[in-house]
């Protein structure tokens, strides 16, 4: 399998993001990550690079609580941006919440390729990005 070139990481939690980034580096499988404390951040910079494909992720982890925009807010603005953007983005839930309703409103996104429930092992990560 070939590398992903780039993940974007959406999560609030500096312990979360610095282990996923040390796991996704020991994969061997992702080439950058780049990590956004909120989906306004993260937004913000897909909205800036929508023309550049190379800088654009090819994979979103999303948690879903976080403050600012939460990833619900980021998923439907990113459904409204996605037609101008130069390259398809895979986006994957990350999250702690195992609640029902989550879940089931995850089903009701096109754009969500899974739903994973925290925590997230290193061989956990590396099935998944095989998997796309």
Not at 3 to 12: A, E, F, G, P, Q
Not at 39 to 66: H, R
Not at 77 to 99: A, G, M, N, Y
């Amino acid at each position: 399998m070939e590398n992903i070139s780039k993940v974007c990481l959406i999560d609030d939690d500096d312990i979360y993001q610095f282990l996923v980034k040390k796991e996704l580096k020991g994969s061997k499988m992702v080439d950058n990550t780049m990590v956004f404390s909120d989906g306004s951040k993260a937004l913000d910079f897909i909205t800036s690079a929508q023309d550049k494909p190379d800088e654009l992720p090819d994979v979103i982890f999303l948690d879903i609580n976080m403050p600012i925009m939460d990833g619900w807010g980021f998923l439907d603005r990113f459904i409204q941006i996605r037609p101008r953007l130069s390259k398809e983005i895979t986006i994957l839930i990350v999250t702690s919440s195992f609640d029902p309703r989550d879940m089931e409103r995850a089903k009701g996104y096109s754009e969500i390729s899974d739903y994973i429930v925290k925590p997230v092992t290193r061989n956990h990560l590396v099935n998944v990005l095989k998997d796309l």
